[in-house]
């Protein structure tokens, strides 16, 4: 019996046809990965289709103008130059801020360094101008078991000691104390205070299956049971419920407040964080006490100095400037390490101009200077080749030695005794919207009797009925949204 020839290899593995190197862009709570072309060239990333993707809605005109009409304060210059480009939301929030009700403001940080870089730093920098803004309560999350969990290498004691350290970095973006509540989740979570915080997440784990918190961050069998429940805990940091002290409200009773547990919250965060609050929307309204999908901005990412598609990391000390670094280190850097969209020689570059588009300095000016027409008139000499890429690296040298060295000089202010107060559970202080121009929602309101739901007879809805209802609801919902981002995607 003669031996069977082997197969033939695939068309793709053959000497005469090279292997494609293209991969899609990739992106979740813990590894953003740009697109590669077929030739190994990392891609730009694609806002506009990760907004279509996950259907959420990118921020217009329209609501920049809306924001600006009812806060009475111009747009952040991360709104108006779309940094932070989309929303889930946010209209909502205007709503509510409109008839003068509360929201809570929540964001976070996992830290997995003992110093910040300054790609760190824009989401509370944006968030200080909310709460500026709105003068509302903030709480913001240090989660140094999540990256306990999540880091191999990394120990509970220095992931303790690094949350200390970066909430020092939070402070010195100058939050207020009196309306600012700083938790790190391995103190918080034994402090006694915590406990409506716990019931929640314990009911939101009963709400949530395996399969779910897989297909929303990609574990696995082999992942480790304290990352699949760590989910629940980010997801009821949200919830005002969570923290009734904030309120002047009894921490010791069993009993959450349902009124706290209405109240609206506004996340800012970056893209890649929306899987964590797609899964605590699609099922905060099936808590006992229910609580409203939680409204979000999404900012993108600053890019590393290496260009586009790049990452900063903590095992690259060149691909960031830290808030930490001398003034000689940001100049080495910038000069050293950030991509250039200028031509190769000076000669060239006079000729045909540059590309600031893709010019990293230029790109971080774009975050950091705030006159609008100053940064249109950089770009502008930029693509004449009127300005050359060392005059565009200068200028950016400039920008991030002086914003470096501000948030030093407030760093050194903040002491161990300063951290402590901001770390405290205790009730804050605020006025939120001093002018409101809607009446205030009233309970019971037209479609409620004593608090009941009514159904469309007039009569009291059951439980069950009320849970469809809303099923039905999240139904329609999401098929606007999506209808929402592909109109959107569209226009683009």
């Not at 907004?51 to 990118?58: K, N």
Request: net charge negative.
């Amino acid at each position: 019996m003669t031996e069977p020839e082997p197969p033939a290899l695939p068309p793709a593995a053959t000497a005469s046809q090279p292997v494609s190197k293209a991969t899609e862009q990739a992106i979740n709570p813990w590894d953003v990965q740009a697109a590669v072309d077929d030739e190994g060239n990392v891609q730009e990333f694609d806002y506009a289709a990760i907004s279509q993707q996950w259907a959420t809605r990118l921020i217009d005109d329209e609501l920049l103008e809306r924001f600006e009409r009812i806060t009475g304060h111009k747009p952040h210059r991360w709104l108006r130059r779309k940094l932070f480009f989309s929303h889930r939301d946010l209209d909502l929030i205007l709503d509510t801020y409109e008839r003068g009700d509360d929201f809570l403001l929540y964001t976070g940080r996992g830290p997995s360094s003992d110093a910040m870089h300054i790609g760190h730093t824009i989401p509370f920098e944006f968030t200080k101008w909310l709460q500026d803004v709105f003068d509302v309560p903030l709480v913001i999350m240090l989660t140094d078991d999540e990256k306990f969990l999540f880091k191999e290498k990394l120990k509970q004691e220095e992931v303790y000691e690094f949350a200390r350290q970066n909430a020092k970095d939070i402070i010195s973006v100058g939050f207020d104390v009196k309306k600012t509540f700083i938790y790190i989740d391995s103190e918080f979570f034994t402090s006694g205070f915590n406990r409506h915080f716990s019931l929640n997440a314990t009911e939101f784990e009963k709400l949530i299956t395996n399969n779910q918190v897989r297909g929303a961050f990609g574990f696995h069998g082999s992942t480790n049971i304290g990352s699949n429940a760590f989910a629940a805990k980010q997801c009821v940091a949200a919830f005002a419920s969570s923290y009734p002290f904030i309120w002047g409200d009894d921490v010791k009773t069993y009993r959450r407040s349902k009124k706290l547990a209405a109240m609206p919250c506004l996340i800012p965060c970056a893209i890649d964080q929306d899987p964590y609050f797609r899964l605590v929307r699609e099922n905060s309204h099936r808590m006992d006490n229910p609580s409203p999908k939680t409204a979000l901005i999404h900012s993108k990412f600053l890019t590393a100095l290496q260009g586009s598609g790049g990452k900063m990391s903590a095992s690259n000390p060149n691909s960031a400037i830290y808030m930490s670094d001398t003034e000689k280190q940001v100049k080495n850097k910038i000069n050293r390490h950030a991509f250039s969209g200028g031509q190769e020689t000076l000669e060239l570059h006079r000729e045909k101009g540059g590309n600031p588009d893709i010019d990293v300095p230029y790109q971080y000016l774009a975050y950091f200077e705030d006159d609008d027409e100053k940064l249109l008139r950089l770009a502008n000499e930029y693509r004449k080749g009127e300005l050359g890429a060392g005059e565009m690296k200068s200028e950016c040298i400039n920008m991030m030695t002086q914003y470096v060295k501000k948030f030093q000089e407030a760093r050194e202010k903040v002491t161990d005794e300063i951290l402590e107060d901001f770390l405290r559970p205790r009730k804050l202080e605020w006025r939120g919207n001093p002018n409101p121009t809607k009446p205030k929602n009233e309970k019971p309101d037209e479609k409620t009797e004593g608090g009941s739901v009514l159904d469309a007879d007039g009569k009291p809805m059951t439980k069950n009925a009320m849970k469809k209802a809303a099923k039905m609801a999240e139904i329609e919902r999401k098929k606007k949204e999506k209808e929402a981002a592909a109109a959107a995607a569209a226009k683009q």
